[in-house]
């Protein structure tokens, strides 16, 4: 993600893939080199480029073009790194330690300086849903009022994606990432709660995003 997306973040941020995705991928190399001395950070990248062209008819819109680099990438990661090694946990720290605490700031940063936070945040997430996720992605809006937000994905790109792979278990380390700015949320500053008690990763039936006005 760029440097800048989060700060500062507003009911007016329009997610930017083709801007965000590329800085992401190399802030998980980068950490995963670091984690794990001698990986091969420039092999990871090209056999992961060589699984996005196997995938090239996933790509559904631009979105889906940029999110498929960053699955595919951790793919290659995940078959490159020992098998003795641990490596759903280095994995979830190399995607989500280099920005977690930006993500962090900037979500609470919003949160702060919103008139209305849960109105706020509700127009975050839906400008994620269409420009970050895209149409490879289902969603469907349980309620859409001015108390709850209740959205449920249906259909996950990234698990799809990983289930083509024989690798549906590193969907909870694309999961991981949204944990950042769930802990920016405050109930009492903020009043609002969320909830996402499951995933499609974790054996949901689907993914539950809840926002409520508390």
């Known amino acids: 993600m760029s440097t800048n997306q989060f700060e500062p973040l507003d009911a007016a ?4 893939p083709a801007s965000e995705i590329p800085p992401l991928i190399d802030g998980f190399l980068t950490r995963l080199a670091e984690l794990i001395p001698g990986f091969d950070t420039a092999a990871a990248r090209t056999t992961g480029a060589e699984l996005a062209a196997r995938q090239s ?3 559904v819109d631009e979105a889906a073009r940029h999110n498929l680099d960053l699955v595919t990438v951790l793919v290659a990661a995940f078959r490159a790194l020992p098998v003795d090694a641990d490596r759903h946990t280095l994995l979830r720290r190399a995607l989500t330690e280099p920005f977690a605490e930006q993500v962090a ?6 949160l702060d300086y919103a008139e209305d936070a849960f109105a706020t945040m509700v127009a975050i997430s839906k400008a994620r849903e269409e420009h970050a996720f895209g149409a490879g992605f289902t969603f469907h809006r349980a309620a859409d009022d001015d108390r709850a937000y209740l959205l449920e994905v249906r259909r996950c790109f990234y698990h799809d994606l990983l289930l083509a792979h024989d690798a549906a278990e590193l969907t909870p380390v694309m999961c991981a990432w949204d944990e950042s700015w769930i802990g920016a949320i405050d109930p009492d500053r903020h009043g609002m709660t969320f909830e996402r008690p499951t995933t499609l990763g974790l054996g949901g039936t689907h993914c539950p995003f809840s926002f409520r006005r508390s």
């Open 13 to 16: 941020y329009l997610p930017d």
């Open 105 to 110: 700031q900037g979500t609470r940063y919003a």
């Open 57 to 59: 008819h996933r790509i």
